[in-house]
T-cell receptor, first 115, second 112 residues
């Protein structure tokens, strides 16, 4: 398996501010990490694929200037929600891909509330 | 466009029952299929991964089957326990991509 951590687990911020969420791979070096968003009672939706040392690949409909992703090392990817609005309130989960089978391991998630 | 659907959306059963959760996908060109468990407000725990060339995988009381040609997978939980209460998600990975496409989930409650 793989151990993935996220920080913070919960964050409340005011509308218009920016919030950074960290995703760390604790026990192996992850070339690829993924960021998902989950609204209440809905399934996870992939936001972007984060590749170490290169620009992230965003899914259709996800604003890359609003959701900044930085994968500066093989153990850390960050997601910054810029100029957050109440509609950005959601559960954000990252994952790392490990092994030839394409198995993904998920972090515990970050609950963002924008007031 | 790949779409993944899970039935039922919610299920409530007494402890000890054997139960089946269903997952269907529209595009059979998948690389693998995974079943996950999600507890309220928590991240995902991987339960089973089935490669496209496999028919089933087993782990303890869990058994997952895959019929790629019909676009279906089932997760069988034997002798259910209250601790099994959670949301169960299936997800497929398409060929030539690392992306997971998730189903809508089945919310399971097992009562004593």
């Amino acid at each position: 398996g793989a151990v993935v951590s996220q920080h913070p687990s919960r964050v409340i911020c005011k509308s218009g501010t920016s919030v950074k969420i960290e995703c760390r791979s604790l026990d192996f070096q992850a070339t690829t990490m993924f960021w998902y968003r989950q609204f209440p009672k809905q399934s996870l939706m992939l936001m972007a694929t984060s590749n170490e040392g290169s620009k992230a690949t965003y899914e259709q409909g996800v604003e890359k200037d609003k959701f900044l992703i930085n994968h500066a090392s093989l153990t850390l990817s960050t997601l910054t929600v810029t100029s957050a609005h109440p509609e950005d309130s959601s559960f954000y989960i990252c994952s790392v891909e490990r092994g030839d089978l394409g198995e993904q391991y998920f972090g515990p998630g970050t609950r963002l509330t924008v007031t | 466009k790949q779409e993944v659907t899970q039935i039922p959306a919610a299920l409530s059963v007494p402890e000890g029952e054997n139960l089946v959760l269903n997952c269907s996908f529209t595009d059979s060109a998948i690389y693998n299929l995974q079943w996950f468990r999600q507890d309220p407000g928590k991240g995902l725990t991987s339960l089973l991964l089935i490669q496209s060339s496999q028919r089933e995988q087993t782990s303890g009381r869990l058994n997952a089957s895959l019929d790629k040609s019909s676009g279906r997978s089932t997760l069988y939980i034997a002798a259910s326990q209250p601790g099994d209460s959670a949301t169960y998600l299936c997800a497929v990975t398409l060929y030539n991509t690392d992306k997971l496409i998730f189903g809508t989930g089945t919310r399971l409650q097992v009562f004593p």
